[in-house]
């Protein structure tokens, strides 16, 4: 459970670095919310 936890805890850490790494380089979270929509979309229509 602990072990669990410690990976639980470095998904969130890794996927909130992500999130701000690409803000700062990109700057507009417009456009990242856009792209994830996109590829969300694709990824539930590809068959």
Known sequence: MKTFLWVAGAVC???AGLMIWERQRNGNVEDLAHRLESAWAD?????
């Not at 990824?43 to 068959?47: G, Q, S």
């Open 13 to 15: 850490g890794a996927v």
């Open 43 to 47: 990824h539930h229509t590809v068959a």
